[in-house]
T-cell receptor, first 113, second 116 residues
Framework: QKEVEQNSGPLSVPEGAIASLNCTYS??????FFWYRQYSGKSPELIMF????GDKEDGRFTAQLNKASQYVSLLIRDSQPSDSATYLC?????????????FGTGTRLLVSP | GAVVSQHPSWVICKSGTSVKIECRSL??????MFWYRQFPKQSLMLMAT?????????EQGVEKDKFLINHASLTLSTLTVTSAHPEDSSFYIC????????????FGDGTRLSIL
């Protein structure tokens, strides 16, 4: 089982729709969860982070965390063509005194005009 | 805030050359920086964790003698790819942790390395 799993997609949604991106993780001890957006050929850009169960909203983005189900999701409302990118889910992992991030393989999102 | 600068952004060099990549946190101090490698259509793979003033911690399978990491200050970490070969061609990305426990990592723009 992979430590962080995401559906590779592509997830295709029309402009203005809600895009729902999902991620599951295996380590119950994980405490921090991050969503990064990566455009082709570019480095990842932080979109959201969440530490507690429930929802966290920031503009058009909502992160949802359910630690009991080991599930974290990202909702993008009013999707725009500029949201088309690969979305990476990352989960923290403690290793010999420092924290590192474990990334999923990413979900490619395509928003059509 | 939380800007990470990486230089150079693009390198093409001959096989056998050593290449140094710099990673700087511009507006915050980063005790810990991270080096990733990303091959086309794959996710980020952590290569090593760089701690200011101490030796880097390498992930399994990463050759520490080939990928030299130095973290001399709270704002600068360097990765040197020694005697680079075509199979080392990849997208190398650094990140810096903004603060203590559980804080986000912020990424540099990446360095695209092509070895001929």
């Amino acid at each position: 089982q992979k430590e962080v799993e995401q559906n590779s997609g592509p997830l295709s949604v029309p402009e203005g729709a809600i895009a729902s991106l999902n991620c599951t993780y295996s380590d119950r001890g994980s405490q921090s969860f991050f969503w990064y957006r990566q455009y082709s050929g570019k480095s990842p850009e932080l979109i959201m982070f969440i530490y507690s169960n429930g929802d966290k909203e920031d503009g058009r983005f909502t992160a949802q965390l359910n630690k009991a189900s080991q599930y974290v999701s990202l909702l993008i409302r009013d999707s725009q063509p500029s949201d088309s990118a690969t979305y990476l889910c990352a989960v923290n992992k403690w290793s010999t005194g420092f924290q590192k991030l474990v990334f999923g393989t990413g979900t490619r999102l395509l928003v059509s005009p | 805030g939380a800007v990470v600068s990486q230089h150079p952004s693009w390198v093409i060099c001959k096989s056998g050359t050593s290449v140094k990549i710099e990673c700087r946190s511009l507006d915050f101090q980063a005790t810990t920086m991270f080096w990733y490698r990303q091959f086309p259509k794959q996710s980020l793979m952590l290569m090593a964790t760089s701690n200011e003033g101490s030796k880097a911690t390498y992930e399994q399978g990463v050759e520490k003698d080939k990928f030299l990491i130095n973290h001399a200050s709270l704002t600068l970490s360097t990765l040197t790819v020694t005697s680079a070969h075509p199979e080392d061609s990849s997208f190398y990305i650094c990140s810096a942790e903004q603060g203590p426990r559980n804080q986000p990592q912020h990424f540099g723009d990446g360095t695209r390395l092509s070895i001929l």
